[in-house]
């Protein structure tokens, strides 16, 4: 799609108050105010039916955006029944998705525009994002990875995704400030556990970070978060007084191109049992605690007025981290 036609996002009319109404293949949609958005927009219209591989697959329908979701049993990964296969999140700067399904790995958006996108990313086709576009593309391979920043459970150097939960829900919450997901998970099992566990994950309208706060209904040894990992890859962290980092930087993009992204978690020393390295991740393992903070980013080298390069993305991630050992928080 055309930047001319991006920038119809960011249209308002300030004396109607009216949004604009961007017209995609798949019909109008409305397109968001402000400076920070989150959605998920899933198919209503269809049914399931069964698919080529082991699962049904929704077939037929359009989209909808939803403030809450609870998640048909019957959705897996690759039902082609939520846009995008999750909630979004996004800023003038970059945006990320969570995977609503056993995989539940965070992926990011590189932007190349600073026009708010999300709502029409996938219309043109399920998986079009994968694909170099003007706006940007999804620029990261999760593999079997968590991602950057999405959480799990490491329980003998396993780390545990979400392929065993009795009911996950979603809901979407938008403000001026904060664009924030929550998704209680009810009955997620691992090895040794069966637990529920709120996250909440917030984006705003300023940086590139989003703030993930977890909540479990035991303290429970082994959760963690971390960053995929792909080698011959820089790894890079360091520790502050309160806060530490663990982050990449280097040639990690889907994009095909000579980019560079970088990727990092900011967590508190205090809440970190172990910083480890996984099967598939760079590890942040936590203490078991009633609630756990930190904060996930991600810069690519494409975004407009962007971080081009790792001396640039280091220095910013010392900036981020003096900013945390003062006040205790980003946002």
């Known amino acids: 799609m055309a930047l001319s036609f991006l920038a119809l996002v960011a249209c308002k009319d300030s004396e109607k108050k009216e949004k604009a109404v961007i017209t995609t293949p798949a ?8 400076k920070v958005y989150a959605e998920i927009s899933v198919k209503e219209g269809g049914t399931w039916q069964d698919g080529p591989r082991d699962h049904k697959e929704y077939t037929g329908g359009t989209f909808r955006n939803v403030d809450r979701l609870d998640v048909p049993a019957e ?22 998705r969570l995977y609503l399904d056993w995989r539940n790995a965070i992926d990011v958006w590189g932007k190349k525009v600073d026009t ?18 003007d706006w940007g593309m999804d620029v990261l391979k999760v593999a079997k990875g968590l991602g950057v920043g999405s959480y799990g459970r490491q329980v003998d150097g396993k780390t545990h995704h979400f392929n065993v939960v009795a009911n996950t829900a979603a809901e979407v919450k938008n403000t001026d ?24 994950l917030s984006m705003y309208p300023e940086g ?3 703030k993930v706060v977890l909540k479990p209904s035991e303290m429970t040894e082994g959760l963690c978060t971390g960053i995929v990992k792909f080698d011959d890859i820089d790894f890079l962290r360091k520790k502050g007084k309160q806060w530490g980092y663990i982050a990449t930087y280097g ?17 508190k020393l205090s809440e970190a049992a172990e910083l480890t390295t996984g099967t598939d991740d760079h590890l942040v393992i936590f203490k078991p605690a009633a609630k756990i903070t930190y904060y996930l980013l991600a810069a690519w080298d494409q975004e407009k007025e962007g971080i081009t390069d790792e001396e ?19 946002e």
């Open 116 to 133: 708010l996108v999300l709502p029409y990313v996938g219309q043109d086709g399920f998986d079009s994002y994968h694909k170099p576009a």
């Open 177 to 200: 400030k904060e664009a924030r997901v929550i998704i209680d998970y009810k009955g997620w099992e691992t090895p040794g556990a069966t637990i529920d566990l709120q996250s909440a």
């Open 27 to 34: 019909g109008e949609v409305s397109a968001p105010s402000g």
């Open 75 to 96: 959705h897996t990964d690759h039902t082609w029944y939520i846009r995008y296969e999750g909630p979004g999140w996004e800023n003038s700067n970059v945006g990320y």
């Open 208 to 210: 590139r970070y989003m």
């Open 251 to 267: 040639k990690q993009s889907l994009s095909g191109a000579d980019d560079q992204l970088g990727m990092a978690i900011f967590y």
């Open 312 to 330: 640039e993305f280091t220095g910013h991630l010392d900036e981020l981290l003096s900013r945390l050992d003062t006040a205790g928080r980003l």
